[in-house]
């Protein structure tokens, strides 16, 4: 399962092509390539494959749509022979001797990182996760247990694309701070990591990458979600600090076994408001009515068309919010 950028590397002659090629040369007749062909989500003008509904139902999807993931993953898209997994938005591109077995679950996947994506099959097989010069914020199955636990925070979700806006909810510590997860994966031992051409590039054995998912949820289901540290603070960077410090104290403790169920959760239409916290972000006006905005959520799909501010931030989600269980107010009303 590969994330990569061709451009880090420096100059590679062949190009993207080349990079494919060697990968599976290095594998070897029984080895499978997984690469991203994923479009842009709510905020392009395709979230979903614009074919799919032409081509669908099918085991594979024949959809020839670029991916956004770069060079590389486009350079295994064109290989002949290859398939792609059937989803909307998040579909994999599978080249090698079992890239049917890869990717014949994905179909029926009913979010973009949950239950019977490929991640799943690599497990199995116990393959490898390489990064090749980007980081570990790349890394999209980071979402896997979120999908199957179906956390308060999961996103907002698109059931017709099998699609989750992941940060609408939430904002995330792998992408707001990546450095701060880079050093934590570092840190943990997980990770090996080389120079590759220009880049700095790692690889993470895909059950060591589950065990340790799964130790840091079972001992904080919110270690990704980012919150206000505490009742006065909205320091996103010191909560971001302190849950990276904590995963790296819950994997010491040694790997722990997390309970699964799964329940998409349809987005956050509570409406409650909790203008007491640090990141409450006043109100504002968008068609016709007032939204409750928040600091510590990404923008909605629904509201970041309008631009400014809207294009920033989200609307509160209160009562799935893990910092007003923390600091619960009697006083809390609906707002208006």
């Given at each position: 399962m590969?994330?990569?950028?061709?451009?880090?590397?420096?100059?590679?002659?062949?190009?993207?092509?080349?990079v494919?090629?060697?990968?599976?040369?290095a594998?070897?007749?029984?080895?499978?390539?997984?690469?991203?062909a994923?479009?842009?989500?709510?905020?392009?003008?395709?979230?979903?494959?614009?074919?799919?509904?032409?081509?669908c139902?099918?085991?594979?999807?024949?959809s020839?749509?670029a991916?956004?993931?770069?060079?590389?993953?486009?350079?295994?898209?064109?290989?002949?022979?290859?398939?792609?997994?059937?989803?909307p938005?998040?579909?994999?591109?599978?080249?090698?001797?079992?890239?049917?077995e890869?990717?014949?679950?994905?179909?029926?996947?009913?979010?973009?990182?949950?239950?019977g994506?490929p991640?799943?099959?690599?497990?199995?097989?116990?393959?490898?996760?390489?990064?090749l010069?980007?980081?570990?914020?790349?890394?999209t199955?980071?979402?896997?247990?979120?999908?199957?636990?179906?956390?308060?925070?999961?996103?907002?979700?698109?059931?017709?694309?099998?699609?989750l806006?992941?940060?609408?909810?939430?904002?995330?510590?792998?992408y707001?701070?990546?450095?701060?997860?880079?050093?934590?994966?570092?840190?943990?031992?997980?990770?090996?990591?080389?120079?590759?051409?220009?880049?700095?590039?790692?690889?993470?054995?895909?059950?060591?990458?589950?065990?340790?998912?799964?130790?840091i949820?079972?001992?904080?289901?919110?270690?990704?979600?980012?919150?206000?540290?505490?009742?006065?603070?909205?320091?996103?960077?010191?909560?971001?600090?302190?849950?990276?410090?904590?995963?790296l104290?819950?994997?010491?403790?040694?790997?722990?076994?997390l309970?699964?169920w799964s329940?998409?959760?349809?987005?956050?239409?509570?409406?409650?408001?909790?203008?007491?916290?640090?990141?409450?972000?006043?109100?504002?006006?968008a068609?016709?009515?007032?939204?409750?905005?928040?600091?510590?959520?990404?923008?909605?799909?629904?509201?970041h068309?309008h631009?400014?501010?809207?294009?920033?931030?989200?609307?509160?989600c209160?009562?799935?919010?893990?910092?007003?269980?923390?600091?619960?107010?009697?006083l809390?009303?609906?707002?208006?």
């Open positions: 590969l994330h990569s950028s061709l451009s880090s590397l420096g100059w590679v002659e062949g190009g993207a092509a080349t494919v090629e060697a990968f599976l040369d594998m070897g007749p029984e080895g499978t390539l997984l690469t991203p994923f479009t842009g989500g709510a905020w392009t003008e395709h979230m979903a494959l614009p074919d799919c509904r032409d081509v139902p099918q085991p594979f999807c024949p020839q749509w991916s956004r993931e770069g060079a590389i993953p486009n350079a295994a898209l064109e290989r002949p022979g290859r398939l792609r997994g059937c989803h938005t998040h579909s994999w591109i599978a080249n090698g001797s079992r890239r049917q890869a990717l014949r679950g994905q179909r029926e996947c009913p979010t973009p990182c949950g239950r994506n991640f799943e099959k690599v497990v199995e097989w116990d393959g490898c996760i390489v990064i010069g980007v980081g570990v914020d790349t890394i199955l980071w979402h896997y247990y979120e999908d199957l636990l179906g956390v308060d925070y999961l996103g907002y979700y698109h059931p017709e694309a099998r699609h806006s992941y940060c609408a909810t939430g904002k995330r510590i792998q707001d701070y990546p450095g701060i997860m880079q050093d934590v994966v570092r840190a943990s031992g997980i990770m090996t990591t080389r120079k590759v051409g220009r880049s700095d590039s790692g690889l993470i054995r895909a059950r060591a990458f589950r065990r340790f998912m799964g130790t949820m079972a001992d904080d289901p919110d270690c990704f979600v980012l919150r206000p540290a505490d009742a006065e603070n909205g320091d996103l960077a010191a909560d971001a600090l302190a849950k990276g410090a904590a995963m104290r819950a994997w010491r403790r040694g790997p722990a076994e309970s699964e329940e998409v959760s349809a987005g956050c239409d509570d409406e409650l408001v909790r203008e007491d916290c640090p990141s409450f972000a006043g109100y504002h006006e068609a016709g009515r007032r939204w409750p905005l928040c600091w510590a959520n990404d923008r909605h799909p629904e509201l068309h631009g400014g501010i809207f294009d920033r931030l989200g609307k509160t209160c009562g799935q919010c893990s910092w007003h269980l923390r600091f619960p107010r009697e809390a009303q609906p707002g208006d």
